[in-house]
Structures are given as C-alpha cells and as structure tokens.
C-alpha cells in the first residue's frame, strides 16, 4: 500500500515553475524520498531523490522539510515536453521496495 | 548506454494460453522488480529479486503466476493459464543497491482476448 498523497493532476503553462507536494506522514528514519517521471508508453524514469533539506540536479530541485512528513518537487520552466505523471515514493518499513502511488498528471500547455 | 531489455514488447494471446515475458536486467544491477500498469490499478509491484532470489512476491496472483532468475542476465514472468483480466502492461525494472536510481524497460504490453 502505497504510503504516500498526491495531487491527482495539475496544470500549467510553458515557462512557468511547477511545484508538487507529496505528503508522506508515516515516513520511516531511514527511508529516502524519490520522485520518478513516466511519460505514455514508457516506464517511470528517475528525477531525483534526497533524504532531507534540498537536494537539487540538471532537470529539478526537490525540498523537504526538517519533520519530514512532506516533499514538494520544483521543476522549473517547465516546457511541453515535461507533460506526464510525477510519481513520489518513500522507502517500504526499511525495505528497498518501490511502492507507486495514484501519481500527479502533469499538463503543461503553450 | 546501458538499459532493461524486455521481450516482447507487445503479445497478444487467447484465454488459456501460456505467457512468458522475458526482461534482460542491467549488467551488474543485483534487484530486479515486476510491475503491472493498468488504468485501474496504476502501477502495481508483483515481485522483486535480490541476487536473483525472491525476497517478495506478495503482489502476485500465486495461482497463475510465477516469477524467476534462472541467472543474473534474465528474469522471466510467466502467467499460466492467462485471463483477459490480465491484459496490462508489464515493467521490468532493475537496480543497483538499495536507495538508488531504478531503471525501467520499455515494457509488455499484453492482450488476452
């Protein structure tokens, strides 16, 4: 059972920075935060994945709070291309199970 | 450029027949993990290998499922006898270690009718 909430979807327009917060209240100490993309026909690929404060790479910066209860992955200027479903995953009690929830449908339009 | 292999990448089938899916994991990854992806359903994990041994494979019908790693380059999901119900497509992903990047394959997208 997925252990994580999400917005079902959202929507946007190109240039703008998107922000998707995933709560995740029964987080476990040593369970890592990560965030995959999946466009149509594909499968999910990896964005990002920190454990607290911020963690930041080439495509998004992903924040966490110090409780932990919540992460909000950043995309900015965001473009066409960028239109798919964010998947957030937290840890499986301290396995390394990768448990997907529901997902936020991301559209971006011109 | 290194990537999950799955075969094939679609198969249509008649109720009652044997399905196998065949995924070639990253050289090197030592977890392998099964998904379904339905519209329904999402994204639902039916197995996963460590060091080609089972670790967990609750997420899987026992009665007609079965997953294996004969060795370290394949792992197989076979659906014996298939039912329409299981018209999905199946994802192989793999994975170096634990709180690391996990790639997925391109998939099986699998019709019974």
């Known amino acids: 059972l997925a252990k994580t909430t999400q917005p079902i979807s959202m929507d946007s327009y190109e240039g703008q920075e998107v922000n998707i917060t995933c709560s995740h209240n029964?987080?476990?100490?040593?369970?890592?935060i990560t965030w995959y993309q999946q466009f149509p026909s594909q499968g999910p690929r990896f964005i990002i994945q920190g454990y607290k404060t911020k963690v930041t790479n080439e495509v998004a910066s992903l924040f966490i709070p110090a409780d932990r209860k919540s992460s909000t992955l950043s995309l900015p200027r965001v473009s066409l291309s960028d239109t798919a479903v964010y998947y957030c995953l937290v840890g499986d009690d301290g396995t390394d199970k990768l448990i997907f929830g529901t997902g936020t449908r991301l559209q971006v339009f011109p | 450029d290194a990537r999950v292999t799955q075969t094939p990448r679609h198969k249509v089938t008649e109720m009652g027949q044997e399905v196998t899916m065949r995924c070639q994991p990253i050289l090197g990854h030592n977890t392998v993990f099964w998904y379904r992806q339905t519209m329904m359903q999402g994204l639902e994990l039916l197995a996963y290998f460590r060091n080609r041994a089972p670790l967990d494979d609750s997420g899987m019908p026992k009665d007609r499922f079965s997953a294996e790693m004969p060795d370290a380059t394949l792992a197989t999901l076979k659906i014996q006898p298939s039912e329409p119900r299981d018209s999905a497509v199946y994802f192989c992903a793999s994975q170096d270690g634990m709180n690391t990047e996990a790639f997925f394959g391109q998939g099986t997208r699998l019709t019974v009718v």
């Open positions: 029964n987080i476990a100490t040593n369970d890592y």
